[in-house]
């Protein structure tokens, strides 16, 4: 008895569908929310629904979409009973016979047209001709001549015209053949996809109004194959109290969907879609050894990091960056046509000028070159992500490098290369007492000359940052004797001077330290602390 009942409201849904209305909205695409892997794509449609259940397709869904990522809204009072996708499958055979037959049609017109230019070349061929025999007939009057002439011109003319109307449809009719061959080829590939068994889907939306009504219908739903990331262009110049910031993304598009004239909003934020509340989790513990992380120690995450539980995306190469522990959600106002061709297009974020400070740096134990560094204030309000960056200074382009924000607090520090108009060396000074023995202990005394010149017409600010040997180990005694005025961190070792040259200005800074360590142990001693080595470097070889 129970089966029966089953059975027969089985039969009623089934016969509910089959008698409802099939409607097909003109869905619009609106706007598409680009994550960094992954979009959202936003539809609207308005729509007429009778009373009753009605049924509502939409039959362009991309392929990459994610199922249960599907979001539908409808307005007065319409009620909806379900949204399923449907799987279906094209006959592409009846739209390729079309164009093919076209194509054969336009062959046919291309044929004739060109027997036309070849008899009007012919026609202009014995026009010109005669024309050259009456000029040479000497039974021929000047008046007659002149008449002849005149005939000819005309005809002439007449067939130039001719010639360059056809010439004009001919092209025509070339440009539209290659629509027509490229439409085709595209049905072909689609016919080839499906069938190795690909199905194209569609979105079934049923909804039940109580009275007939015009909806407005929203739908949205994520498609995996779409993504950005960062890209600015920072822009410097001599003497300048502003840094141009441009913020650029770069969007890809491979949804199969084209993204034509819509808003288009950038998003940091994770596209899992969950319907499970999340909890807090353990306690955010404090330390001041949170950065060493023992053996069977877990890291922490979510704290600036993007989540790698991102949409994945198998054709395309992706790298985890840096970005704010808060999602960001960028609204460009803008509408951008991006096709799905999974190349990248630009759009703009915004142009920005952002106040800074210009100041030089050198580290003359590694690099013999001064820099100039541009911090940056106003950076945060941006909430910029870790992003490629182009730089430029005085109009001229430096290079490429990477900008990256977790390790800056107030200022955002920007390398703008080196400056060839400052000088700057550290040599080791020799000292004939510089290692001796008394008892058992054996003596180091190292110096180091740090010379710095301002080549340049202008005062400068320079920072200068050297280190002297810290001890590991209670056996070795390290002393610093000079310095020159350096911030010494006696933790580190790292010395800093912040020196102001006139120009043409020069100055020698000292660094002078001693070294006391049993004798017995100097072999394993670490001399490469305080020595610099020797490494090896390449060099053209020549017969």
């Known amino acids: 008895m129970k089966k029966a009942i089953l059975f027969f409201i089985l039969l009623y849904f089934i016969s509910i569908v089959n008698h409802a209305d099939n409607l097909k909205p003109d869905f619009k ?57 449907e799987n279906i499958k094209i006959n ?3 739209e390729i016979k079309v164009k093919q037959d076209s194509l054969e049609g336009i062959s046919n017109t291309l044929d ?21 025999r ?15 002439t005149k005939m000819y011109r005309e005809k002439l003319n007449e067939l130039d015209n001719i010639d360059f109307k056809l010439k004009k449809e001919e092209l025509r009719l070339i440009s539209v053949k290659e629509k027509l061959e490229e439409d085709k080829n595209k049905l072909l590939a689609e016919q080839s996809v499906n069938e190795v068994g690909t199905k194209v889907k569609q979105l079934i939306i049923v909804v039940e109004a ?26 410097a110049v001599t003497d300048g109290t502003e840094v141009e910031l441009e913020y650029r993304a770069n969007v890809y598009n491979n949804s199969g969907v084209n993204w034509k004239s819509v808003l288009v909003a950038l998003s940091t934020a994770n596209t899992e879609t969950k319907l499970i509340k999340p909890e807090l989790g353990f306690a955010w513990t404090l330390d001041f050894n949170s950065s060493n992380y023992g053996q069977n120690a877990s890291k922490p995450t979510g704290e600036g990091q993007l989540s790698n539980k991102q949409l994945k995306n198998d054709k395309v190469e992706l790298v985890n960056i840096e970005a704010p522990e808060f999602d960001l959600y960028i609204d460009l106002d803008v509408t951008y046509d991006i096709p799905s061709d999974n190349s990248p297009y630009m759009v703009s974020v915004g142009d920005f000028k952002l106040p800074s400070r210009y100041k030089y740096y050198a580290v003359p134990k590694v690099d013999d070159n001064v820099y100039l560094i541009a911090y940056i204030n106003g950076w945060q309000k941006l909430n910029l992500i870790e992003g490629e960056s182009s730089i430029y200074y005085n109009g001229a382009f430096l290079g490429n490098s990477t ?19 400052i000088q700057i ?34 005062d400068i600010e320079i920072e200068i940052t050297d280190q002297i040997p810290v001890s590991g180990d209670s056996d070795i005694e390290i002393e610093t004797i000079e310095t020159t005025g350096a911030i ?17 200005e020069s100055k020698k800074l000292i660094v002078e330290f001693s070294v006391k360590y049993p004798k017995s142990k100097g072999k394993s001693l670490n001399l490469t602390l305080f020595r610099f080595g020797r490494g090896k470097v390449a060099c053209p070889k020549f017969r």
Not at 134 to 148: P, Q, T, Y
Not at 403 to 421: A, D, P, Q, R
Not at 499 to 504: I, R, S, T
């Open 29 to 85: 695409l609106q706007k598409v929310t680009v994550y960094l892997v992954g979009a959202e794509l936003n539809y609207k449609a308005k729509v007429s629904i009778p009373k009753g259940r009605s049924i509502l397709t939409f039959p362009s869904v991309s392929q990459t979409i994610v199922e249960n990522s599907i979001r539908v809204k409808i307005d007065n009072g319409v009620k909806i009973i379900s949204v399923s996708l």
């Open 92 to 94: 592409f055979e009846k």
């Open 112 to 132: 004739r047209l060109n027997m036309e230019v070849k008899s009007y070349f012919m026609e202009r061929k014995l026009l010109t001709d005669n024309i050259t």
């Open 134 to 148: 009456i000029g040479s007939n000497e039974n021929v009057s000047a008046a007659e001549l002149l008449g002849a």
């Open 210 to 235: 109580k009275s007939e009504t015009v909806s407005q219908l929203d739908m949205a739903y994520l498609v995996s194959d779409a993504g950005w990331s960062p890209r600015y262009n920072i822009r």
């Open 403 to 421: 900008l990256i924000t977790k390790f800056s607090n107030t200022e955002l520090e920007v390398s703008l290369g080196n400056e060839k108009g």
């Open 425 to 458: 060396s550290k040599v080791k000074k020799e000292d004939k007492e510089a290692e001796k023995t008394i008892g058992t202990n054996r003596f180091v005394k190292l110096i180091y000359n740090i010379d710095v010149r301002n080549n340049k017409a202008k």
């Open 488 to 504: 010494v961190d006696v933790q580190s070792g790292k010395l800093t001077w912040n020196l102001v040259l006139k120009p043409a």
